[in-house]
């Protein structure tokens, strides 16, 4: 089946850092990724769209500046959180999708806390 | 407004029982209902519905959609305790193919 590696699981670190993460499909190239970001008890929300070699999408209320997406390859999305401060502690979430007719793939998340 | 809504939020049954969760949708341009189960980590993914009526099954979980009343059910028989999981419901539009989830429902199986 269809595998998607986050990495790194858990990131600690201070305020003020940037911190990558990365989102990898290992079995099949992925036209499209995702980012979600889940708040404790809450569901996941889609943060941007990746494509490969263009833009990434951002939601409403997702600053682009601040959670930067490098989609360099068809395996492989970076998510860039800049700056990074306590309130962006969070668990975030890529996905992956083959092609359109099929259901997108998740990694294992990133916990990110910021102290 | 791309919705849906999951009932109930959290359910505790006991092992062997048999249970019953539902998915109500509103998108414009209907094209997939998808179940998800998440334990501590991210989701990993149940089923795909795309067509009314037709019942899928993996196990003991079975899901089944009904366009016409725009729900969905995603049943677990003889439950295990290794079926507690928050089990999230979501759709997508025939103009794009994002997900839009549901709350969850929270599962808890005690022994």
């Known amino acids: 089946g269809a595998v998607v590696s986050q990495h790194p699981s858990r990131v600690i670190c201070k305020s003020g850092t940037s911190v990558k993460i990365e989102c990898r499909s290992l079995?099949?190239?992925?036209?499209?990724m995702f980012w979600y970001r889940q708040f404790p008890k809450k569901s996941l929300m889609l943060m941007a769209t990746?494509?490969?070699?263009?833009?990434?999408?951002?939601e409403q209320g997702v600053e682009k500046d601040k959670f930067l997406i490098n989609h360099a390859s068809l395996t492989l999305s970076t998510l860039t959180v800049t700056s990074a401060h306590p309130e962006d502690s969070s668990f975030y979430i890529c996905?992956?999708?083959?092609?359109?007719?099929?259901?997108?793939?998740f990694g294992d998340g990133t916990r990110l806390s910021i102290l | 407004e791309d919705k849906v809504v999951q009932s109930p939020l959290s359910l505790v049954v006991h092992e062997g029982d048999t249970v019953t969760l539902n998915c109500s949708y509103e998108v414009t341009n209907f094209r997939s209902l998808l179940w998800y189960k998440q334990e501590k980590k991210a989701p990993t993914f149940l089923f795909m519905l795309?067509?009314?009526?037709i019942e899928k099954k993996s196990g003991r979980l079975s899901s089944i959609l009904d366009k016409k009343e725009l729900f969905s059910i995603l049943n677990i028989t003889a439950t295990q305790t290794g079926d507690s999981a928050v089990y999230l419901c979501a759709d997508t539009g025939a103009g794009s193919y994002q997900l839009t989830f549901g709350k969850g429902t929270k599962l808890s199986v005690i022994p």
């Open positions: 079995d099949f190239q992925a036209t499209t």
């Open positions: 795309t067509s009314s009526g």
């Open positions: 996905s992956a999708l083959r092609t359109r007719d099929q259901p997108q793939h």
């Open positions: 990746s494509n490969e070699g263009s833009k990434a999408t951002y």
